[in-house]
């Protein structure tokens, strides 16, 4: 069911990108102007709307999944959202479909496949002690400031890269909070309001959104979503098989073998992501048909990124 859930998740967090993106290919001049108005502006597209709306069921799907499921599993099935933005991108967009793109579908699909396959999840527990969160939180700070530092004076490529990185670290850090959120609401609806997870959650994803959109603005797409939707999924199973003790195989060829799996679907997705820089719009004038909300720092927020 926790797969049943990933999958219905990340079909609708690609259904709302693309609708997003709609709704600035539509009407090119909402997306423009001054950032400050951006979101009020694009409220009265209903096509922008119910993308954001579909993100919202989105997260609901992935929250539910992690609840029920193991955090090593759900988050590298929500890959699958770029796979299932094709054919959605093509048929709302009007999006050009590669021989490429399919190829990388096929593999992400394929690998994902092996990946649940041989890694054959079991243990983990709900939550962890309040100072190996600490420890978490530590290492994150660690290893993504220097990374924000180096991002700050980079060439616009490198930029997009280490802050994609950045993002899917910090995507993984909010997957894993989300799952303790979703637990704690579980056994208690009112009183998650008294547990810290739910504030750090907060937090998390604010700041999470917060680089997301500095990642899209440099204006380089392709490494931007590369190094988001690889970071994203290896920082969940790290997180997965240290702090949550959830164990993917027994001996070390499995393990080997489902690193293997991992790698090759982060590839597939890195190969879409690189395709998506390149398609042509289907209004002239107005962009790329997937990300192109990325391309300038305006029209960026109207089109997040398809990863969470």
């Not at 998650?192 to 504030?199: C, K, M, S």
Request: proline share 4%; with cysteine.
């Amino acid at each position: 069911m926790d797969v049943v859930l990933a999958l219905a998740a990340a079909l609708l967090f690609a259904l709302g990108s693309v609708l997003q993106q709609k709704a600035g290919l539509d009407e090119p001049d909402a997306a423009t102007g001054s950032s400050s108005g951006l979101l009020l502006r694009m409220a009265r597209r209903p096509v922008w709307l119910a993308g954001i709306a579909a993100d919202a069921l989105g997260f609901v799907g992935q929250a539910v999944a992690l609840t029920i499921g193991r955090l090593a599993v759900v988050q590298p099935v929500l890959a699958t959202s770029m796979v299932f933005a094709l054919p959605l991108g093509h048929r709302l967009t009007a999006q050009r479909i590669t021989r490429s793109d399919i190829g990388a579908a096929i593999l992400v699909t394929a690998s994902l496949i092996a990946f649940l396959t041989i890694a054959n999840p079991s243990g983990g527990r709900d939550d962890a002690p309040v100072g190996e969160w600490l420890v978490l939180g530590a290492v994150v700070a660690g290893v993504c400031l220097p990374l924000t530092l180096a991002a700050l004076r980079a060439r616009p490529a490198v930029k997009a890269t280490l802050l994609g990185i950045v993002t899917g670290i910090l995507f993984g850090l909010s997957a894993a909070l989300t799952k303790s959120v979703g637990d704690a609401i579980g056994d208690d609806l009112l009183g998650v309001f008294a547990d810290w997870h739910l504030y750090a959650l907060i937090v998390v994803g604010y700041v999470s959104m917060t680089f997301n959109q500095l990642a899209l603005t440099t204006g380089v797409l392709a490494p931007a979503l590369a190094a988001m939707m690889a970071l994203d999924p290896i920082t969940s199973v790290v997180i997965a098989t240290t702090l949550m003790e959830e164990s993917l195989h027994e001996d070390a060829a499995g393990i080997v073998a489902t690193l293997a799996a991992l790698a090759a679907t982060i590839a597939g997705m890195a190969l879409l992501a690189r395709s998506s820089q390149g398609q042509a719009a289907t209004k002239p004038g107005s962009g790329t048909a997937l990300g192109s909300a990325a391309a300038a720092p305006d029209q960026a927020a109207a089109g997040p990124a398809l990863s969470r």
